[in-house]
Nanobody, 116 residues
Framework: QVQLKESGGGLVQTGGSLRLSCVDS????????MAWYRQAPGKQRDLVAS???????NYADSVKGRFTIAKNSAKNTLYLQMNSLKPEDTAIYYC??????????WGQGTQVTVSS
């Protein structure tokens, strides 16, 4: 069974940085457009950033200029570098394929908490 496993979350102060990682067990990252999503308490899951097979990236307006999505297909790993974090970035972060692609079972995600 293909699995996506996120890690790297934690508690940081406003203005801090975190680097999230997502490892897949079935070469999903090598053959799909990928994305990071986040879900804050009581809210729906939203798209944060995406990257195509060719490496083109796209970001939600709320994170442009602060977050960077990247991938290492050889390591089956997707990354999200998050800088200048704000309290409103607090959420559980998930990786999966892009929003228009077949989506695999969601992992447990990784909690990011930004204190003011």
């Amino acid at each position: 069974q293909v699995q996506l496993k996120e890690s790297g979350g934690g508690l940081v102060q406003t203005g801090g940085s975190l680097r999230l990682s997502c490892v897949d067990s079935g070469s999903i990252i090598s053959f799909n457009n990928m994305a990071w999503y986040r879900q804050a308490p009581g809210k729906q899951r939203d798209l944060v950033a995406s990257i195509t097979l060719g490496g083109s990236t796209n970001y939600a307006d709320s994170v442009k200029g602060r977050f960077t999505i990247a991938k290492n297909s050889a390591k089956n790993t997707l990354y999200l570098q998050m800088n200048s974090l704000k309290p409103e970035d607090t959420a559980i972060y998930y990786c999966n394929t892009g929003p228009t692609s077949y989506q695999y079972d969601w992992g447990q995600g990784t909690q990011v908490t930004v204190s003011s």
